[in-house]
């Protein structure tokens, strides 16, 4: 779960980490009021979405008088902002965060992020920070200088000495710089989060190493025990079909393709999406009913991948062990009762209660095929759903 960069910057203030003062505006009004009562002379504005590249997308802008302020909020505000990281679409803006400008000696980059392939956590550093780090490093990964965080020692003071002498700074910073990375971890590990990136992290006119933006992501299994943490869920962030699955106690992933899948099991539902993507077709969403869905719930998942624009297709590939098929079958024929448009529908059931679960979808007189392998109906799915569908034997 992303969160914002103010909500970011707050809990960093918490352990007196330096960070400029800001102020969250959500309307003209607060930005009036803000402005006078703090006679600011000049401020950054700053777009508040769960997306990075904003000042690269006008998303970040400098203002030096209350007209120009008033101004970027006009441009800004309510206003889909689209970035290097957002959809075509963009993010409706509904939150700008305002903060005294800070001046920039030097940018750095400081990052501490779960790193999946060695296990560990890692410390990624560079004395390259700024917006261009993305580019900079695509091809040549040298300004990046990391370590990797032993989760029995912590962070040892040898991997911080010798990362600062590759940053090549000041040695003043050097007690600055330690005292940061080491409570970076410890909010790391306390909120159970899988990255903090810091960019940039600047040395400031005072000599202050200062966090000018923070994006922090945290590892969903664990939001249970984060109450705090909890509490920033933006579910307007989120793909509003994602919200309305995960409120029935689904997992559900959007993707970008044109054959819906209606799953049980993580497991089966990765190998029924390779298997689409065999058969030549794009899924168009991961979705892994789990072990309790009622046949309400099972119409509801049903109705919200039909309704995507950009489903052509279903495909239903049921194991039924703990699900029952003869339950699976009442939800899709709920669903497809009701259903918002026609399209075909391929259902693949087997296990517990397969039998009862093929008559009610034989006997409900609905346009659904019927098939007992997944591959087949894959390779089914994908034909129905191209343009020569009109030539496939269908053979229900
Ligand atoms: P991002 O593009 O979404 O990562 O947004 P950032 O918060 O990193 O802002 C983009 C850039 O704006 C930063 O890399 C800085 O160079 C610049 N910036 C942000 N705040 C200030 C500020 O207070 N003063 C100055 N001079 N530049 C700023
Ligand atoms: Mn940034």
């Known amino acids: 779960m992303y969160i914002h960069e103010y909500e970011a910057k707050n809990l960093l203030k918490k352990f007196d980490i330096a960070v400029p003062q800001g102020w969250l505006i959500t309307s003209k009004d607060d930005l009036k009021k803000i402005w006078t009562e703090n006679n600011l002379q000049k401020a950054v504005l700053k777009a508040q979405i769960h997306a990075g590249g904003r000042g690269k997308a006008g998303g970040v802008k400098l203002v030096s008088t209350y007209q120009e302020a008033i101004a970027v909020f006009d441009e800004l505000f309510n206003k889909k902002l689209v970035t290097s990281q957002t959809t075509e679409e963009g993010i409706l803006v509904s939150k700008l965060y305002m903060e005294e400008t800070a001046n920039i000696k030097k940018q750095l980059y400081l990052a501490v992020v779960l790193n999946r392939k060695k296990s560990v956590v890692s410390v990624v550093a560079s004395a390259d920070g700024g917006m261009d780090i993305e580019q900079n490093t695509a091809d040549d990964k040298s300004s990046l200088i990391s370590f990797n965080i032993d989760s029995e020692l912590g962070v040892k003071e040898y991997d911080l000495r010798e990362t600062f002498k590759q940053l090549s700074l000041d040695k003043m910073l050097y007690s600055q710089f330690a005292k940061l990375v080491k409570k970076l971890y410890h909010i790391y590990l306390k909120y159970d989060a899988t990255l903090i990136e810091i960019n940039p992290l600047i040395i400031d006119d005072d000599n202050n190493l200062v966090v000018l933006d923070a994006k922090m992501n945290f590892d969903d299994n664990a939001l249970y025990r984060q109450p705090e943490i909890l509490q920033f869920k933006d579910d307007k962030?989120?793909?509003?079909?994602?919200?309305?699955?995960?409120?029935?106690?689904?997992?559900?992933?959007?993707?970008?393709?044109?054959?819906?899948?209606?799953?049980?099991?993580?497991?089966?539902?990765?190998?029924?999406?390779?298997?689409?993507?065999?058969?030549?077709?794009?899924?168009?969403?991961?979705?892994d009913i789990g072990g309790?869905?009622?046949?309400?719930?099972?119409?509801?998942a049903m109705t919200i991948i039909i309704s995507l624009s950009t489903v052509k297709g279903v495909l239903v590939n049921v194991f039924g062990g703990i699900n029952h098929c003869d339950v699976i079958a009442k939800g899709i024929v709920m669903s497809l009762t009701n259903a918002s448009k026609n399209i075909p529908v391929v259902v693949r059931l087997q296990g517990v209660n397969y039998q009862e679960g093929k008559r009610i979808i034989e006997e409900s007189g609905l346009p659904i095929y019927l098939t007992d392998s997944m591959d087949e109906g894959s390779d089914l799915i994908v034909k129905l759903c191209s343009k020569e569908a009109d030539d496939v034997d269908l053979g229900r």
């Open 292 to 300: 309790k869905a009622s046949a309400d719930i099972i119409a509801d």
């Open 237 to 287: 962030e989120q793909d509003e079909n994602e919200v309305k699955a995960s409120s029935y106690g689904l997992s559900y992933v959007a993707l970008d393709g044109e054959i819906g899948c209606l799953v049980n099991g993580a497991g089966l539902a990765m190998a029924t999406m390779d298997s689409i993507k065999f058969a030549g077709g794009n899924p168009a969403n991961f979705l």
